[in-house]
């Protein structure tokens, strides 16, 4: 999952992180019950903002949990960071009707989290989430009115990107939507190579960062077995290299030819999952335009 500490070792600047991201927190004010209901009622009803705002109150909660759980031998901003994301899915689940607490009710959502991310932690799979996000920046400035406007300086100035990588990033976006698999994989290889994230400790920007990472596992956990683990293996979701397709037909013991077969077939999927969403996505736009 999304990584907080990025590539920062247990050092003075990892600290000054964590106590950069106590500090945010601290600025969300905890909520009384009748609050808590009145945002989950609205959570309920898909408001977005409700859902940020229950969300971001209750980071405070995710963190002293997770001192129960410092002594393992996981970094503290990743036990942080899987608490988050069992909060992210007790806010889902929890019904305000039936009377008692958000906070009893999240808590175990969060410690079941986080217990699993110690138990799992050695093989946990990682998308690299920086790539995923900058491709989202990317299609939200296609989605433009001045868009086919814009220079390239202009586009490399609002994603904040150098040209280098803005070229790169276009490759690749126009490889996968064409699915010319073997370009994209290559230049999806060069891209993450010329782009490291920066540490982040800003809470709110995390947590948007988290849901998006929550949707895009929803939309692996669609897909079969066999289609996750070509993926995995491809894109180097477990060890951050990128494969051969003959490399990665070796690990399952298939073919050349059928790796890309599974390949192919696992992104034709995911793009017709995807196309809906982003069908209501445009529709709900014009409605915003003509209010």
């Known amino acids: 999952m999304y990584q907080m500490k990025s590539k920062i070792g247990r050092s003075g600047d990892l ?44 980071l405070k909660l995710v963190i002293t949990i997770a001192k129960s759980y410092a002594t393992y031998q996981v970094p503290f901003l990743d036990l942080i960071e899987e608490g988050n994301l069992g909060l992210i899915k007790a806010i889902s689940r929890y019904d305000p009707e039936k009377g008692f607490r958000f906070s009893t ?54 994603l904040k990107i150098s040209k280098k990588r803005f070229r790169m990033l276009e490759e690749l976006i126009s490889n996968i939507r064409s699915l010319d698999l073997a370009n994209s994989v290559e230049t999806y290889n060069e891209l993450s190579k010329s782009f490291q994230p920066e540490a982040v400790a800003d809470a709110e920007k995390i947590i948007l960062q988290q849901i998006e990472h929550e949707n895009l596992e929803a939309l692996m956990n669609r897909l079969s077995e066999r289609e996750r683990l070509i993926l995995r293996i491809r894109y180097g979701f477990d060890d951050g290299e990128i494969h051969t397709l003959a490399e990665t037909g070796k690990v399952i013991h298939v073919s050349r030819e059928r790796v890309r077969q599974l390949e192919m ?21 014009v409605k915003k335009e003509r209010k």
């Open 15 to 58: 600290i000054d992180l964590e106590r950069r991201y106590f500090k945010d927190v601290k600025k969300y004010p905890t909520l009384s019950h009748e609050e808590e209901v009145e945002l989950a009622r609205r959570v309920k009803k898909g408001d977005e903002e409700a859902r940020k705002k229950l969300i971001l109150s209750n």
């Open 105 to 158: 009710y999240a808590a175990w959502w969060i410690k079941q989290a986080i217990v699993r991310a110690i138990s799992n932690y050695s093989r946990t799979i990682r998308i690299p989430i920086h790539i995923f996000n900058l491709m989202n920046r990317y299609v939200a400035l296609e989605k433009r009115k001045d868009f086919a406007n814009l220079d390239v300086e202009d586009k490399v100035r609002i």
């Open 265 to 285: 077939r696992a992104l034709k999927k995911l793009r017709c999952i995807l196309e809906p969403r982003f069908q209501v996505e445009k529709e709900n736009k």
